[in-house]
């Protein structure tokens, strides 16, 4: 499974759906935010079946974003059984996010 995309409708179900659920706040003009992609990518694929991860666009779905309140892209929320239990913004190596992220499987 690869990332998959997330919209102001889709936030709350996929955020209920998923034990592990990364958000990630985006934008198409984000450099930071394209550089961090292929990493996500990469560690959806190989973490299949332990977490789902999914991008949304700020500029197209605006409202879950605001109420996250991201000030900073690339932002990312890391959700356990719908509940918020981590932040980071910026970029990361890959090695980082997987420790990350595996702190709260």
Known sequence: ???????????????????IFLWR?????????????????????EMK?????????IDLEPNVPTTMAVKSIPFMALFKDGKLVSQKVGTHLKA??????????
């Open 1 to 19: 499974m690869s990332v998959i995309k997330s919209t102001d409708e889709t936030f709350e179900k996929l955020k209920k759906e998923n034990k």
């Open 25 to 45: 706040a985006t934008a198409d003009w984000c450099m930071p935010c394209k550089s961090l992609s292929p990493v996500l990518e990469e560690i959806s694929n």
């Open 49 to 57: 079946g332990q977490i789902v991860i999914a991008d949304q666009n």
């Open 96 to 105: 980082n996010l997987v420790s990350w992220i595996k702190e709260y499987l």
